[in-house]
């Protein structure tokens, strides 16, 4: 039987709010933890009735991340993740220049 990522959620915060979901630079998110962050961003979504609207998320890969898309989700939006995400760094090496510093340090100031 096929389960909703939220249906699963929901289903291991009932049998175990307080393991480790996910692990990040920022420390550990228990499902707990992430169930009511992302019940509390749902409710924010569902309180502005953005229903079907476009919203953003632009944040690094984190805990945060997926409470954010699993709030997303609770408040009845489809999310639409990317497959491909093409960053094109043009100018950096220019921008270095101007600078008096090296192409390198150009491209991964601009990244």
């Known amino acids: 039987m096929k389960k909703s990522v939220i249906e699963y959620l929901e289903r291991t915060v009932s049998a175990m709010p307080n393991k480790v979901a996910v692990k990040d630079i920022n420390g550990n998110t228990t499902f707990g933890e992430l169930w009511n962050n992302a019940q509390i961003i749902a409710t924010v979504i569902s309180k502005k009735r953005l229903y079907n609207a476009p919203i953003g998320?632009?944040?690094?890969?984190s805990g945060r991340m997926i409470e954010a898309f699993a709030g997303i989700n609770m408040?009845?939006?489809n999310i639409k993740i990317?497959?491909?995400v093409a960053i094109i760094l043009d100018g950096n090496g220019r921008w270095a220049k101007l600078r008096g510093k090296?192409?390198?340090?150009g491209?991964?100031?601009g990244f």
């Open 57 to 61: 998320v632009y944040l690094p890969k």
């Open 102 to 105: 090296k192409r390198s340090e």
């Open 75 to 77: 408040s009845g939006n």
């Open 107 to 109: 491209h991964l100031a």
């Open 82 to 84: 990317p497959n491909h």
